[in-house]
C-alpha cells in the first residue's frame, strides 16, 4: 500500500523559499496510474490546494499561488517536491502530500500524508 | 475560481442520530465532488468521490449524492468516531475545498 512522508524545514524566514520533499514508499512514483499534489492548511482554517505533479513532469498549479510555485519529481529517489518562493506569515501552514485519485491530473486526493507544519518567522 | 459553501458551519448531533451536510458549488461541476472527513491533529481521510462513490473500507452509514451545484453527505447513525469535521471538494476545474462542517456531539 502506497504511503507518503513529507519533510523538509519547520521553520522559515520571510522572503525565504520554503523547500518541502514527499517521499513514496510501497510504491514507485514513476507509475503511470498516479498523479501526486500538494495541499496546505493555515492554522485553524480550510484546505487549500496548491498544485499536482505526473512523474514525466507535467505539472498543474494553483493560479493564485502559480507564480511562486514550482512541483518537481525525483523518480531516482521515489520523491516529488515543492518549492515556494518568496514566502510571507500568510504561508504558515500544515503541508501535506498526497496521491491522486481517477487518474487524472486534476482530482481528488485519495491518500494524503501526515503532514508537517511550515512557520514563516523570522 | 469555483466557490464551494458548506452548510451549516457548526451541526450537533446526537450519538445514532442522522446527520445531513450540505455543500453548494458557485458553478456547476457535474459529479467531480469530493467529501473529506479530518480530525484534530490529522490529515484529511477521502470519503466519497464522484459525488457517490465510497471509498474503499467507508462504512455504508456514509453516503453521497447530487450533481451540478448541489450536493450531500449523509451518515445514517453517527458513531462516536464519526465526530469531525468534513470537508467537500470540487476537481470539475483546478481544486477547490469547502469551508468545512464540524460535526460536534450534542
Known amino acids: 500500500q502506497l504511503q507518503l512522508q513529507e519533510s523538509g524545514p519547520g521553520l522559515v524566514k520571510p522572503s525565504e523559499t520554503l523547500s518541502l520533499t514527499c517521499t513514496v514508499s510501497?510504491?514507485?512514483?514513476?507509475?503511470?496510474?498516479?498523479?501526486w499534489g500538494w495541499i496546505r492548511q493555515p492554522p485553524g482554517k480550510g484546505l487549500e490546494w496548491i498544485g499536482n505533479?505526473?512523474?514525466?513532469?507535467?505539472?498543474y498549479y494553483n493560479p493564485s499561488l502559480k507564480s511562486r510555485v514550482t512541483i518537481s519529481v525525483d523518480t531516482s529517489k521515489n520523491q516529488f517536491s515543492l518549492k515556494l518562493s518568496s514566502v510571507t506569515a500568510a504561508d504558515t501552514a500544515v503541508y501535506y502530500c498526497?496521491?491522486?485519485?481517477?487518474?487524472?491530473?486534476?482530482?481528488?486526493?485519495?491518500?494524503w500524508g501526515k503532514g508537517t507544519t511550515v512557520t514563516v518567522s523570522s | 475560481e469555483i466557490v464551494m459553501t458548506q452548510s451549516p458551519a457548526t451541526l450537533s448531533v446526537s450519538p445514532g442520530e442522522r446527520a445531513t451536510l450540505s455543500c453548494r458549488a458557485s458553478q456547476s461541476v457535474t459529479s467531480n465532488l469530493a467529501w473529506y472527513q479530518q480530525k484534530p491533529g490529522q490529515a484529511p481521510r477521502l470519503l466519497i468521490y464522484g459525488a457517490s462513490t465510497r471509498a474503499t473500507g467507508l462504512p455504508a452509514r456514509f453516503s453521497g449524492s447530487g450533481s451540478g451545484t448541489e450536493f450531500t453527505l449523509t451518515i445514517s447513525s453517527l458513531q462516536s468516531e464519526d465526530f469531525a469535521v468534513y470537508y467537500c471538494?470540487?476537481?470539475?476545474?483546478?481544486?477547490?475545498f469547502g469551508g468545512g462542517t464540524k460535526v460536534e456531539i450534542k
Open positions: 505533479i505526473y512523474y514525466s513532469g507535467t505539472t
Open positions: 471538494q470540487q476537481y470539475n476545474y483546478w481544486p477547490t
Open positions: 510501497g510504491g514507485s512514483i514513476s507509475s503511470s496510474s498516479y498523479y
Open positions: 498526497a496521491i491522486l485519485g481517477g487518474n487524472e491530473g486534476v482530482s481528488y486526493m485519495d491518500v
